[in-house]
């Protein structure tokens, strides 16, 4: 293996791992604005979760929404 081959896949490996800690850094972030205020809950009447915020602000307008569709 010759030095240039040698100097591109050092240069490769270096990218990958930038790539790898600001992925892994962009996730970390990613799930902090879900914190103990967003909780969420099994959707009444549907499969799935809903914001409980979402709902406890408006539980009728939740149901009426529902059964529109």
Avoid: H
């Avoid at 293996?1 to 791992?17: G, L, N, P, Q, V």
């Avoid at 914190?35 to 969420?40: V, Y």
């Amino acid at each position: 293996m010759s030095y240039d081959e040698k100097r591109d896949t050092s240069f490769f490996e270096i990218a990958m791992a930038v790539i790898g800690v600001v992925g892994a850094i962009a996730s970390l972030f990613s799930g902090m604005g879900s914190g103990p205020d967003m909780k969420t809950m099994k959707a009444p009447g549907k499969d799935g979760r809903i914001f409980r915020k979402a709902f406890e602000s408006d539980p009728k307008g939740y149901f009426q929404n529902l059964r529109k569709k």
